[in-house]
Every structure is written in structure tokens, then in C-alpha cells.
């Protein structure tokens, strides 16, 4: 590998996934650097979730590899691979939180499991991560007590429990209402800058792309390949990929779109509605 490469958050070179002899997608290689906002996008059953969990170490590469920090983790021993998860946080496709257990129980559970931290320092710890997605005073509640918008910030608290250095999230808006979803879009970002986390995000979500995703890449279920790579505000003017130019301008087709003021990027206002 090149060195800029090496020194690349995340590495993931040539990877073919596969289950049995059924191939998802063929040869995906790509970068993610430190302190960005990578998006997988690409159509239902394009093989985004199948990514993320090569990534995470769920699922073995049929061919290929996943570098973190230019360590080899598709071939490390138990050991290394502990202490690399370590650095992992998840919120799995309909990441749900458990439902006979409070918002705070939920939370302590990873520093319950992974640390050695007494009770009180765990309490705080617990009481801080909440506070940071907007739920303080929230710890006692039940998820079936608050809102859909509110159990996927007690989700991110719970994937923030170990401070990780890189976060993976799949679909996390999917489900909520526009303005639930775009706040969480923005509390991703706070967290990207405040803590210098790394973001991993699979979606479909066009506004959420457009709003968070310094770079992405498009899984193209056609070719079953990938189908293009960037800033996906620059790729949908430019990619030659006809399925991702599609994919990136449908919300000009029957959507209305608005464009947030700061940084020029355009939104759906209105799913759905004819613009007249
Ligand atoms: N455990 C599995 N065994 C066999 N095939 C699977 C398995 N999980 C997923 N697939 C298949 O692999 C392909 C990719 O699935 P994946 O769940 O990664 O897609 P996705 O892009 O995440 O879709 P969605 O947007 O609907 O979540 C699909 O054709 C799916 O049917
Ligand atoms: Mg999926």
C-alpha cells in the first residue's frame, strides 16, 4: 500500500463479499480518513449492510482485506481484533435499545461489560453520554416511554459508551420523521467535530447524504461493483455512472427541494410532493 493509504483511518482493498456462492458485490476498494463522514450508499439490497459488517468483522471477505490504521484486521489474531473493536461503536439497522431496561441501564451496559469502572463512575459516565444526545434526566425512563426520534439518540449514547474512535451506523435515520432525522443528522456532525470521531454511515437517505457525508461510495447492484466514489455533492453533477446519477438526482424528480443556507446543500422538504 502507498503511504497515504497507510495512514488512512480505514483501508479496505479489493474486497469481494459473498454469501456461499451467491457474490454481493466484487473488488471494493476505498479509503476513510480520520475524522470523516463516509456514507455507503446504494439501492435496497446493494449490499450495504453486507459492507458494514465486513467492516466491523461480522462477516469474512471472500477475497480482500480491511486495514485500520494499516493494520491488517481481516487476518488478525484474537487479541488484536479485541483491542480494534474496541475502538468500534455500532448502531445496527434498526439498532434497537432493550426494552425492559431503562435508557441509563442500556447505556452502562458496554461499560458494565468492557471496563473496569465502579458503579458511581459508571453512573456519570452514563448520565454525560446521554446529556450529549440531548436526553439529560432521561436515565430512568423506558424506550416504550419516549419517542422513536429519542431511542436512536439513547442508541448513539449507547454505540458513544466506550468513546470509540470510529463509528458505524446503519440506516440511522430510517423511520423517523424529517425533523427527528435531521437532527440527528446534525448531532452526528457535532460529534464528528467535537470528538474528532470517525463516521461510517449506510443510508439511503438522499438529504442525509447530501447534509453529512464528506465522501461516499455507491454500491451499484447492477454491476455489482462500486459504482462511483467522492463528495457526493461533486458526484452528482459529474459521475459518467448512469445508476448513480440517477440515484443522487432523484429527489429533483417529484421531490421538493430546499437548500440549507451555510453550506449549500439540498434537502427534501416535502417527500413526495410535486414541486409545481
Ligand atoms: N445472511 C444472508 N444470507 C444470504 N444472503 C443475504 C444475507 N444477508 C443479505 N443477503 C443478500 O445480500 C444482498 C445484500 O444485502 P444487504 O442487506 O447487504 O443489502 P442493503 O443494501 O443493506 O439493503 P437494505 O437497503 O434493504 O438494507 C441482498 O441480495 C440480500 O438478499
Ligand atoms: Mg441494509
Same mark, same amino acid.
Given at each position: 500500500?502507498?503511504?497515504?493509504?497507510?495512514?488512512?483511518?480505514?483501508?479496505?482493498? *479489493?474486497?469481494?463479499?459473498?454469501?456461499?456462492?451467491?457474490? #454481493?458485490?466484487?473488488?471494493? %476498494?476505498?479509503?476513510?480518513?480520520?475524522?470523516?463522514?463516509?456514507?455507503?450508499?446504494? +439501492?435496497?439490497?446493494?449490499?450495504?449492510?453486507?459492507?458494514?459488517?465486513?467492516?466491523?468483522?461480522?462477516?469474512?471477505?471472500?477475497?480482500?482485506?480491511?486495514?485500520? &490504521?494499516?493494520?491488517?484486521? %481481516?487476518?488478525?489474531?484474537?487479541?488484536?481484533? %479485541?483491542?480494534?473493536?474496541?475502538?468500534? +461503536?455500532?448502531?445496527?439497522?434498526?439498532?434497537?435499545?432493550?426494552?425492559?431496561?431503562?435508557?441509563?441501564?442500556?447505556?452502562?451496559?458496554?461499560?458494565?461489560?468492557?471496563?473496569?469502572?465502579?458503579?458511581? &463512575?459508571?453512573?456519570?459516565?452514563?448520565?454525560?453520554?446521554?446529556?450529549?444526545?440531548?436526553?439529560? +434526566?432521561?436515565? *430512568?425512563?423506558?424506550?416504550?416511554?419516549?419517542?422513536?426520534?429519542?431511542?436512536?439518540?439513547?442508541?448513539?449514547?449507547?454505540?458513544?459508551?466506550?468513546?470509540?474512535?470510529?463509528?458505524?451506523?446503519?440506516?440511522?435515520?430510517? +423511520?423517523?420523521?424529517? #425533523?427527528?432525522?435531521?437532527?440527528?443528522?446534525?448531532?452526528?456532525?457535532?460529534?464528528?467535530?467535537?470528538?474528532?470521531?470517525?463516521?461510517? #454511515?449506510?443510508?439511503?437517505?438522499?438529504?442525509?447524504?447530501?447534509?453529512?457525508?464528506?465522501?461516499?461510495?455507491?454500491?451499484?447492484?447492477?454491476?455489482?461493483?462500486?459504482?462511483?466514489?467522492?463528495?457526493?455533492? %461533486?458526484?452528482?453533477?459529474?459521475?459518467?455512472?448512469?445508476?448513480?446519477?440517477?440515484?443522487?438526482?432523484?429527489?429533483?424528480?417529484?421531490?421538493?427541494?430546499?437548500?440549507?443556507?451555510?453550506?449549500?446543500?439540498?434537502?427534501?422538504?416535502?417527500?413526495?410532493?410535486?414541486?409545481?
Amino acid at each position: 500500500m502507498t503511504k497515504s493509504e497507510l495512514s488512512a483511518h480505514i483501508s479496505v482493498r *479489493d474486497l469481494t463479499m459473498a454469501y456461499g456462492d451467491f457474490v #454481493v458485490m466484487r473488488d471494493l %476498494t476505498f479509503e476513510v480518513g480520520r475524522g470523516e463522514v463516509f456514507a455507503i450508499m446504494g +439501492g435496497s439490497g446493494s449490499g450495504k449492510s453486507t459492507l458494514l459488517r465486513h467492516m466491523i468483522g461480522l462477516l469474512k471477505p471472500e477475497s480482500g482485506r480491511v486495514y485500520y &490504521d494499516g493494520v491488517d484486521f %481481516t487476518d488478525a489474531d484474537d487479541e488484536q481484533r %479485541t483491542q480494534m473493536l474496541r475502538k468500534f +461503536g455500532v448502531m445496527f439497522q434498526g439498532g434497537a435499545l432493550w426494552s425492559s431496561q431503562t435508557l441509563a441501564e442500556n447505556v452502562a451496559f458496554p461499560l458494565e461489560e468492557f471496563t473496569d469502572l465502579g458503579e458511581e &463512575d459508571i453512573r456519570e459516565t452514563v448520565a454525560l453520554k446521554l446529556a450529549l444526545v440531548g436526553l439529560r +434526566g432521561f436515565e *430512568d425512563f423506558y424506550p416504550a416511554e419516549i419517542s422513536g426520534g429519542m431511542c436512536k439518540r439513547a442508541s448513539l449514547a449507547r454505540a458513544m459508551a466506550l468513546d470509540p474512535e470510529i463509528l458505524f451506523f446503519d440506516e440511522p435515520s430510517a +423511520g423517523l420523521d424529517p #425533523v427527528s432525522a435531521r437532527r440527528l443528522d446534525e448531532l452526528i456532525l457535532e460529534l464528528r467535530d467535537s470528538l474528532g470521531t470517525t463516521v461510517v #454511515v449506510v443510508t439511503h437517505e438522499l438529504a442525509s447524504i447530501f447534509a453529512i457525508a464528506d465522501r461516499a461510495i455507491f454500491l451499484d447492484a447492477s454491476t455489482r461493483r462500486m459504482g462511483g466514489l467522492g463528495d457526493p455533492k %461533486t458526484l452528482r453533477g459529474q459521475t459518467d455512472n448512469e445508476n448513480l446519477r440517477l440515484f443522487l438526482n432523484r429527489g429533483m424528480v417529484g421531490l421538493q427541494l430546499s437548500h440549507d443556507p451555510a453550506t449549500g446543500a439540498p434537502f427534501v422538504v416535502a417527500p413526495g410532493r410535486r414541486k409545481s
